[in-house]
T-cell receptor
Framework: TQLLEQSPQFLSIQEGENLTVYCNSSSVFSSLQWYRQEPGEGPVLLVTVVTGGEVKKLKRLTFQFGDARKDSSLHITAAQPGDTGLYLCAGDGAQKLVFGQGTRLTINP | GAVVSQHPSWVICKSGTSVKIECRSLDFQATTMFWYRQFPKQSLMLMATSNEGSKATYEQGVEKDKFLINHASLTLSTLTVTSAHPEDSSFYIC????????????FGSGTRLTVV
């Protein structure tokens, strides 16, 4: 069974601070995806990383895929209250997605 | 972009009744659809994978006789919660894949089921 350990599960910081969310596994994934989910809605894809060592940027969000394709990180610079939400990493393995536990992020004004 | 429509967005039913949730891919053919369950403040747990025209593959611990999945066409999959009980109350989300690793997954907006 492929498992993804996501940390931290809860994070509350002040506006303007930086943060990093980690997603780790002992399994290799063909790709890894990051989603953001609002209450009462389905997850919305932020990014897909495919190549080991890959780095992708989406405005203030930076995503990295580990060289061995077993781990990933999401770094947010100068967090804003609008970044508040549930962030989920998901690994694409055996033609299905395996989700991490999620990180509930709160940015306080 | 790819759109997946899930209906209804919320439903309240009496204990012992059955509820059907629909998941449609609107602008692409979904060879594979996935059904997830999400409890409050938790992540998504995969319940089953359905491929068009074949039986669904259920994850360990998911009762296939309770959660009936039908994927009769390339654009529609349904999840029926049979003889629902209050403990079945949850947020159910479907996603669809166009086929193959790396083709991407598109999620529906979810269905909030409350069994009273």
């Amino acid at each position: 069974t492929q498992l993804l350990e996501q940390s931290p599960q809860f994070l509350s910081i002040q506006e303007g601070e930086n943060l990093t969310v980690y997603c780790n596994s002992s399994s290799v994934f063909s790709s890894l995806q990051w989603y953001r989910q609002e209450p009462g809605e389905g997850p919305v894809l932020l990014v897909t990383v495919v190549t080991g060592g890959e780095v992708k940027k989406l405005k203030r969000l930076t995503f990295q895929f580990g060289d061995a394709r077993k781990d990933s990180s999401l770094h947010i610079t100068a967090a804003q209250p609008g970044d508040t939400g549930l962030y989920l990493c998901a690994g694409d393995g055996a033609q299905k997605l395996v989700f991490g536990q999620g990180t509930r992020l709160t940015i306080n004004p | 972009g790819a759109v997946v429509s899930q209906h209804p967005s919320w439903v309240i039913c009496k204990s012992g009744t059955s509820v059907k949730i629909e998941c449609r891919s609107l602008d692409f053919q979904a060879t594979t659809m996935f059904w997830y369950r999400q409890f409050p403040k938790q992540s998504l747990m995969l319940m089953a994978t359905s491929n068009e025209g074949s039986k669904a593959t259920y994850e360990q611990g998911v009762e296939k006789d309770k959660f009936l999945i039908n994927h009769a066409s390339l654009t529609l999959s349904t999840l029926t919660v049979t003889s629902a009980h209050p403990e079945d109350s949850s947020f159910y989300i479907c996603s669809a894949s166009g086929g193959g690793i790396g083709m991407g997954y598109t999620f529906g907006s979810g269905t909030r089921l409350t069994v009273v």
